[in-house]
Nanobody, 117 residues
Framework: QVQVQGSGPGLVKPSQTLSLTCTISGASITTTYYYWGWIRQPPGKGLEWIGHITYAGNTYYSPSLTDRAAISRDTAANQFTLEVSSVTPEDTAVYSC?????????WGQGTQVTVST
């Protein structure tokens, strides 16, 4: 059973970089055909896809965040990380990591991130 669990600070100051890590169990981050990604949900709004990294290490981002988001991986630790730079209060949201493979989705528990002074 694949499991993913996100973690990171719940409070980030404006203009700083938000950094969240997703830890994987039950599969390797390099397992063929797996995609590892992030979504977020701002308060009172719908889900927004941020991006993903593939089993081969290729990354894809939402056009609205491609200039500020970066997803990387640590194969030794079996983790992948999201960074969003130059955050503003509009980046306040519940951030969730997920795994997707062969028609199945695995979701981690979301992390509330608030951007505030």
């Amino acid at each position: 059973q694949v499991q993913v669990q996100g973690s990171g600070p719940g409070l980030v100051k404006p203009s700083q970089t938000l950094s969240l890590t997703c830890t994987i169990s039950g599969a390797s981050i390099t397992t063929t055909y797996y995609y590892w990604g992030w979504i977020r949900q701002p308060p009172g709004k719908g889900l927004e896809w941020i991006g993903h990294i593939t089993y081969a290490g290729n990354t894809y981002y939402s056009p609205s965040l491609t200039d500020r988001a970066a997803i990387s991986r640590d194969t030794a630790a079996n983790q992948f990380t999201l960074e969003v730079s130059s955050v503003t209060p509009e980046d306040t949201a519940v951030y969730s990591c997920y795994a997707q493979a062969q028609g199945l989705d695995y979701w981690g528990q979301g992390t509330q991130v608030t951007v505030s002074t």
